[in-house]
């Protein structure tokens, strides 16, 4: 590729062709964005070597139509902060994601209709599918995974619309479902009642003993929604944009998309973050220090901070604060979650390298959690797994109307050979 060592290839963007109003401001402020005009096109970013084996960062592969990141201000959703979301019902923030608009009255109750229609008579092949896993074996994220590829077996319709929305709607009953299975507890003991509203629902199908029902429900609500979608470019939704882009079902691309968010750097710093705040065991401030210290000394990362795109403290973050606050203020592992926002940026902010020390979305979410009554974390990313199927789902919707129709490409990024000489067999 001509244009010397350092600048290897410019994306270009035909603004007039294709006016893009949700745009990803992904790149880190002062790197990659350069908006000069080259042949009436609108230079986007500049890939140098630097760019190479840096996983894709900041690199613009497309636009995205549910949200974008603002890397101060966090993610809107169709263009609402979402905090501003926060409170609202989860049925209606599905429906922003897939129709672009929020739903008059009218629309918000036949969509929650809808949803509940579609979650009838969950097929019984799934189930068995589930049944055949042994109690407490393998981590939830898998059960989650198979458990949607499972239901893909049984109802895949080749209809992304109709097969996201089924998936969605399904969501409740198969958490409930796997929640029960894995604890040895069994399928659900009372029947489905769909109509309740999909976290009303999954809490009265869990079926848990000495819990108030409403925090729990209250707080699952608010999870859901601030989960549902994070930007085009985050490592579930790219990986489930992926696969779907080669055709594979919609089940297929979500389920390794659930794969995608359990790792502990993506999804599952949900859980890793609850257990290092029990490990920490104190909100004093010299201690949690020493605490976050020792960690990094051992190479560990410091769950619940950073992040690839956000520049400032998650807006998630503080918005599960401020539910904090409301349900569980004198928790212990809340006080030593406060200490942490405090603590952990300062040491986290000692190294230049770490692109920024503030607290994420996974910071608090487990601590709210165990306070409702969902005391074993390692349960916690399917939470995130199950708000994100809403998101991706959308995704994977608008990316395969896209082009009229045709559907966005089968992806296929460029790798340049480390070592490109030819070497023959004797
Ligand atoms: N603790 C320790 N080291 C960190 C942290 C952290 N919280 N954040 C960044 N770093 C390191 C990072 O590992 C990298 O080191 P190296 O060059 O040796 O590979 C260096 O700082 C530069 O990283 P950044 O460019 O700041 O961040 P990057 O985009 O590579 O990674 C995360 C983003 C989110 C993976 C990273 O911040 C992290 O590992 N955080 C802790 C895990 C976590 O909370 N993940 C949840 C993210 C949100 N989500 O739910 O998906
Ligand atoms: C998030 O919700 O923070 C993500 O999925 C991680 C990201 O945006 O890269």
Redesign the pocket.
């Known amino acids: 590729m001509s244009g010397g060592q350092s600048l290897l290839f410019s994306i270009f963007w035909v603004l007039h062709t294709h006016p893009c109003p949700y745009t990803e401001p992904s790149v880190p402020e002062g790197r990659g964005l350069n908006l000069s005009e080259e042949n009436g096109k609108e230079v986007l970013f500049e890939v140098t070597e630097d760019h190479l084996d840096s996983g894709l960062r900041g690199i613009p592969v497309g636009t995205c139509r549910t949200s974008f990141?603002d890397p101060k201000k966090g993610v809107h959703y169709c263009g609402y902060p979402v905090g501003d979301l926060a409170e609202m019902d989860p049925e209606d923030v599905i429906f922003l994601l897939f129709e672009k608009r929020l739903p008059n009255r009218q629309e918000s109750q036949d969509f929650r209709h809808e949803l509940a229609q579609r979650a009838e008579r969950m097929p019984t092949g799934a189930l068995r599918v589930l049944e055949s896993l042994t109690p407490s074996s393998g981590h939830p994220m898998d059960w989650l995974s198979i458990g949607i590829q499972a239901l893909g077996l049984a109802e895949t319709t080749g209809d992304i619309r109709a097969d996201g929305l089924n998936l969605i709607s399904r969501m409740p009953e198969l958490m409930a479902t796997i929640f029960r299975l894995r604890g040895g507890r069994g399928l659900p003991e009372v029947a489905s009642e769909p109509e309740l509203g999909m976290v009303e629902n999954f809490v009265h199908l869990l079926g848990m003993d000495g819990v108030d029902a409403n925090r729990m429900t209250r707080t699952l609500r608010v999870f859901l929604v601030l989960?549902m979608d994070?930007?085009g470019?985050?490592?579930?939704t790219f990986t489930g944009k992926a696969v779907a882009s080669g055709w594979a079902s919609l089940y297929g691309s979500i389920s390794s998309a659930m794969n995608a968010l359990s790792g502990p750097l993506?999804g599952r710093a949900n859980q890793s973050c609850l257990e290092f705040v029990q490990r920490i065991g104190t909100s004093d401030e010299a201690e949690v220090e020493s605490f976050v210290r020792k960690e990094l000394a051992a190479r560990r990362p410091i769950y619940g901070f950073g992040?690839?795109?956000l520049r400032a403290e998650d807006p998630r973050a503080a918005a599960q604060f401020k539910l904090g606050e409301e349900i569980c203020p004198d928790d212990p592992n809340f006080q030593t979650v406060k200490t942490l926002r405090v603590v952990a940026p300062r040491v986290l902010g000692e190294n230049p390298k770490i692109s920024n020390p503030n607290a994420?979305?996974d910071i608090a979410s487990g601590t709210l959690l165990n306070a409702v009554g969902f005391h074993k974390p390692d349960y916690y990313t399917t939470f995130f797994g199950w708000a994100r199927v809403a998101g991706i789902s959308a995704q994977i919707l608008d990316e395969r109307n896209a082009r009229g129709g045709r559907g966005t490409p089968i992806y296929r990024p460029k790798y340049i050979a480390a070592d490109p000489t030819i070497r023959r067999l004797d």
């Not at 470019?233 to 579930?236: A, D, F, K, M, P």
Request: charged residues 0%; proline residues 0%; glycine residues 14%.
């Open positions: 990141v989960h994070h930007g470019g985050n490592l579930s993506h992040h690839a795109v994420n979305v």
